[in-house]
């Protein structure tokens, strides 16, 4: 009867192997325990190991800051999604094939030693019915002895045991075939199911880069818009400035000749002014000049007098 092994007895094997730099396997396992464990046992074990490992190869990923920019913001997010689902799928195809192949070495092992015990079952029934005829011969002779007989039947009692041990053992044997099979089909089952979900992932990043490209051109069609509106924009602006500047300008010049024929008006009065001025001027000093004769000539007779 096989030595049952445990988790931890699988799981240190493994790490051993992959800390020396080999593949952990089913047999590699078991030759590493020593031979102990039946090949279902260790694949139980080893296919939980490999769970693990990959549950703390994922919780050592960082997360994904975007940036801002759109156009950048859609390219990462592209990156990051191809880049998780090609981890993801080659994560989950290693695995699947490292079952698979466990799968298949633990079936041909099984194989093999079906085969070892069906031949030693057909040994055993060859040796039974030897002694079954041996029995017939020896009871059919009068000269054998009962303690011949007895010793004949505990042979043949014991015979029947390891026989019927023997074909326990080859049942269970054909039941842990059934069981690696199934599970070969289970793991062609997620291969394919696996498959698929890749198509579909292309599939979506298709449809996400497409979107992306019509996405691209949107925002060039919109740039090229608000590039012709700034523009109209512009021109129009600068249509405005110059009909405001030109009515300014006009306006101007309108008030620069009102403000010359003003000063024109003002001139020729100032110019009358001065001639009326000048005119008073005159008439004063025609009267001063009488004034100032007859006070010379009041200055002269006042010294005559005294």
Not at 130 to 140: N, S, Y
Not at 147 to 174: G, P, V
Not at 234 to 239: A, D, I, V
Not at 270 to 292: D, F, G, N, Y
């Amino acid at each position: 009867m096989k030595a049952l092994v445990t988790y931890e007895a699988v799981s240190n094997a493994a790490e051993a192997l992959s800390g020396r730099g080999e593949r952990p396997s089913l047999r590699a396992i078991r030759a590493e325990l020593g031979g102990l464990g039946s090949l279902t046992t260790i694949q139980g074990h080893f296919l939980r190991w490999q769970n693990s490992q990959q549950q703390q190869a994922q919780s050592t990923q960082t997360d994904f800051t975007p940036p801002d920019d759109a156009a950048r913001l859609w390219n990462e997010l592209c990156r990051v999604f191809q880049r998780d689902v090609s981890d993801k799928i080659a994560r989950a195809m290693e695995a699947l094939t490292s079952e698979l192949q466990g799968a298949r070495e633990s079936l041909t092992a099984l194989q093999s030693e079906n085969e070892q015990l069906m031949a030693e079952v057909g040994e055993q029934q060859e040796r039974v019915t030897a002694l079954a005829c041996e029995r017939d011969t020896l009871a059919g002779k009068l000269s054998v002895s009962e303690d011949e007989r007895t010793r004949i039947q505990r042979e043949i009692d014991k015979l029947h045991a390891e026989l019927a041990a023997e074909r326990f053992k080859t049942s269970r044997q054909s039941l842990e075939l059934d069981t690696v099979r199934k599970e070969s089909d289970s793991v062609r089952t997620q291969a394919q199911a696996l498959q698929a979900d890749t198509a579909k992932l292309r599939d979506d990043r298709d449809t996400l880069n497409l979107r992306l490209t019509e996405t691209l051109g949107e925002v060039g069609r919109l740039k090229e818009e608000k590039a012709k509106q700034e523009t109209e924009f512009e021109r129009k602006m600068t249509e405005r400035v110059e009909v405001a500047l030109l009515k300014e300008r006009a306006l101007h010049q309108e008030q620069v000749g009102k403000l010359q024929r003003e000063l024109g008006v003002n001139q020729e009065r100032v110019s009358t002014l001065q001639a009326q001025i000048m005119q008073v001027r005159a008439e004063a000093e025609t009267v001063k000049q009488p004034k100032e004769a007859s006070k010379a000539k009041k200055e002269e007779k006042q010294p005559t007098e005294k």
